[in-house]
């Protein structure tokens, strides 16, 4: 008995202390098998509750036979991992007590927000430099003010609010640099507006309770809010931002802190480890509180949370791959329900008049009635909030929704202004029109060989190009030939570039003679270091030529050239797209060789690509890698 009981030990000793000095090979049992791993991680707490054991059974069977000791020298062990950690169990519980004293406060009925309402919070965005702006001095930097972010928006929008104050009460910013960054907004009629008004930042961020799916989610929410902005700010009313006030009507305040003070690291010193430590871990409080003038509270809210020692005491896993380690397991404690958090938006929308967006499908005819203004008024800036309109109306487009003759004559109009670079969500309108899409073929030709100055906007245009009939460019016009024959604006024409297709062995020519222009482009000692410029006409062609497949087949000596002259890289050939179209092309597929990266062997690799191309989908197998 006592053989075995030392025997044990000294296997678990010495398992234990291999898997505690390379905590690594946890991580690739558990990569590799999973049940290896979990092993693994096992033998540490194995061993220290073998020794709590062990020990105990070497002293009682001093005084009771060594059969008899191992059942008491168990209950001995068990008691000792489950109460050594109750110490410190019961001092975070203390501290989490003392956190959370004052009891929350849910108001009876709800709170109106109005007059001048300062929002302090744990952090906030700073307004980010604009293209074209000049480098500023440190000074100037650290004055930089904080974004109107969703909240912001959302109280400016609440009825009977006069302005917000915005101020951060977190530890990351000094007194003096939040005092700079601080300012108050209000909103003004459009008549009193300078020049340009300040921009709320993703008001439709709210983080609220989301509606039943069947009222249109929490996606609709968002939609709704940004419209909202949008059409505010582009018609009635502008943002302003003045000197922070120095009293208020209500104070909101949402704070995130610990009961412990954060420790200033010295230089060259390092931070203490605790993975070891029996000590109780920091209370994190979230505490959220409305107040008015007088200093009364109206609502409160307070959760705590820490980590405590887990019972029975064990080693467990903790970090990610980077810094995988084992340490005293813990778990977490709150003091509201599991997973709980707080949500100053969802709080403020439950028991306030807080603005929360309306009805996305009733603000759509404001939405369609605003751009027709804007189109018909020249003198309307290109960066009036109100373009960032079209999104919406483009959206409103979801199935089973069908595109009047007015809405096509309309997309004509918004294509052509000059003022619109904002195309994302036009694929649903163009979806919906099926296809009616051909009436925009030609204006959409005519925008991108005239648009000065040229920028990415445009690929987002010419990718609509994709979602028009079969066949639509079996006749080039001359539009779409003088862009085809534009190298630079080729950059942006990756979607008719792709259409080519339709042209059958017609296009091979031009197909090789864009994949070598842009790949000598590409190439070219000059070349600035990491420019990505020409990778979307190159993989446009190369889409081209897996759509055209046996039709391309005099394109295969070209592609052949181009990877003798280096052009092509073997890093490009080893991509599997590159590969399928030379299969597709008439490579023999035992010819093209495995590359190194690809797992398997090379009569997998290749019963694969076979097997793909018995089964060619021009959608999934053709599409793109780079936008």
Known sequence: ???????????????????????????????????????????????MWYSAFAISWWGLRLVIPEKMALLPAAMVAAALVWFVPQASISESQVRMAAATKMPDLIPSQRITLAGDILLSVPRLDVMQRQPGEARESDEERMARPWVCDALCAA?????????????????????????????????????????????????????????????????HIASSLGA??????????????????????????????????????????????????????????????????????????????TA????????????????????????????????????PAGLLARYSNLSTGGNMAALIPAVRKRLTEMLDDRNVDADDPGFDLLRDWFASFKPPSTV????????????????????????????????????????????LLTADPMGPWMKTLAAQYESMP??????????????????????????????QSDRGAAAVPMLVVILRTHLERRAAPDRERGNTDDLLPIDSARRALCLLGPDARTAL???????????????????????????????????IPKPENVSGT??????????????????????????
């Not at 810094?323 to 958090?341: D, I, T, V």
Request: proline share 7%; glycine share 6%; with cysteine.
């Open 155 to 219: 109280l400016l929008a609440s009825p009977g609010v006069r302005s917000v104050t915005l101020i951060t009460n977190g530890t990351s910013e000094e007194a003096e640099t939040r005092a700079l960054r601080s300012r108050t907004l209000s909103m003004l009629p459009k008549a009193q507006c300078p020049a340009k008004t300040i921009m709320p930042i993703n008001p439709g961020g709210l983080d609220i309770d989301p509606p039943e799916p069947e009222n249109g989610g929490i996606m």
């Open 404 to 447: 009047s003759n007015e809405d096509s004559a309309f997309l004509i109009r918004l294509i052509s202004d000059p003022r619109i670079v904002k195309y994302d969500g036009l694929y649903a309108p163009i979806k919906a029109m099926g296809d009616q899409s051909l009436a925009l073929r030609a204006v959409i030709g005519r925008r």
């Open 557 to 591: 000596p070209e592609v052949r050239d181009l990877q003798r002259e280096g052009l092509l890289t073997p890093q490009m050939l080893d991509d599997r797209e590159w590969q399928f179209v030379l299969a597709r092309l008439g490579v023999p597929v035992d010819d």
């Open 1 to 47: 008995m006592k053989i075995f009981i030392i025997g044990l030990h000294i296997l678990l000793a010495i398992s234990a202390t291999l898997v505690m000095l390379m905590p690594g090979v946890i991580v690739i049992g558990l990569l590799a098998l999973l049940v290896p791993g979990l092993i693994l991680a096992a033998l540490p707490t194995l061993f």
């Open 308 to 343: 405590v020692l887990a019972r029975p005491l064990y080693i467990g896993m903790a970090g990610g791959l980077e810094n995988f380690h084992l340490a005293w397991a813990r778990s977490a404690r709150s003091s509201g329900p599991r997973y709980e958090q707080i949500k």
């Open 602 to 627: 090379a009569d997998n690799f290749h019963k694969n690509l076979r097997n793909k191309l018995k089964h060619f989908d021009p959608a999934r197998n053709c599409e793109a890698e780079w936008s």
């Open 228 to 305: 909202e902005w949008n059409l505010r700010l582009s018609t009635t009313h502008c943002i302003v931002a003045e000197a922070p006030k120095a009293t208020f009507d209500m104070i909101v305040t949402h704070r995130s802190y610990s009961d412990a003070p954060v420790p200033k690291r010295a230089r060259g010193v390092k931070m203490k480890d605790n993975k070891w430590s029996f000590d109780p871990e920091k209370v994190n409080i979230d505490s959220f509180t409305v107040s008015n003038r007088q200093g009364q509270i109206l609502l409160r809210k307070t959760i705590a949370t």
């Open 470 to 499: 079969t066949g639509t460019f079996l006749t080039g016009t001359a539009d779409e030939a003088a862009l085809l024959a534009d190298p630079e604006r080729r950059l942006y024409a990756g979607g008719l570039i792709v259409r």
